[in-house]
């Protein structure tokens, strides 16, 4: 299955990201698609650049080219991340050089990158979760909403940082959405979830201290030698 960012660009790898690989859809939920694609190789010598992402919606999907998406990766983004972690039913275009780079993901990985990446994700749901708007407490459901992905960055972060996996879909979603609505209604609890995955993170863990940029930039070498 191909796909394009735009008429020149080729789509190397895409899935469905969101709720749906994290198995917490529900029938209202959207459908968010995430990808990373080259561009012909000639048009980064040019003056002008071309675009490092494409948003589209009707289906919502995101996609970055293949160096942002790189950096994200590096930079632990949970968001960017998950793409090469996700369960084999979520994937939607597989390139072999999509496959090259699932196989080298393990080498984005470092410890404080994802400490602060993941962290820093889930104490801004914590802020949304006990913030005011101005006329009042958020709607509850979207408050859970703001809940449950707190929860659930803090148990990725923490399992990947003590295992060097990243677990995308979660063991338990009906424990997690139970756990998500109670904190909802006790907002000022979510403090106590970042304290012990601080406390987590404080512990010695299966991370590198800093990423292995060697194949990365192989890999990156390869698409750009692919699209001359």
Do not use: I
Not at 181 to 210: K, N
């Amino acid at each position: 299955m191909n796909a394009q960012a735009n008429p020149r660009s080729t789509v190397l790898l895409e899935g469905v990201v969101g709720s749906t690989a994290y198995g917490l859809a529900h029938a209202g939920s959207d459908v968010d698609r995430l990808g990373l694609f080259a561009v012909p190789t000639e048009q980064l010598f040019g003056l002008h650049r071309p675009g490092e992402s494409v948003v589209s919606t009707a289906p919502d999907r995101t996609l970055h080219e293949a160096a942002k998406w790189c950096r994200l990766a590096l930079g632990a983004n949970p968001t960017a991340s998950e793409l090469v972690w996700l369960p084999d039913d979520c994937y939607l275009v597989r390139t072999p050089l999509g496959e090259e780079l699932m196989a080298v993901r393990r080498s984005f990985l470092s410890e404080r990158a994802v400490r602060n990446a993941y962290l820093g994700y889930a104490t801004q749901q914590f802020r949304k979760l006990v913030a005011k708007d101005g006329r009042g407490d958020a709607p509850p459901a979207r408050l859970a909403k703001h809940a449950r992905h707190l929860l659930r960055l803090l148990e990725q972060g923490v399992h990947l940082h003590r295992s060097g996996e990243l677990r995308v879909r979660v063991d338990d979603p009906e424990r997690l959405r139970a756990h998500g609505e109670r904190l909802a209604q006790r907002p000022a609890e979510a403090e106590a979830r970042l304290v012990e995955a601080e406390a987590a993170f404080d512990q010695p863990g299966a991370l590198p201290s800093t990423p292995d940029e060697r194949p990365v930039e192989a890999w990156l070498g390869r698409v750009r030698r692919a699209f001359l």
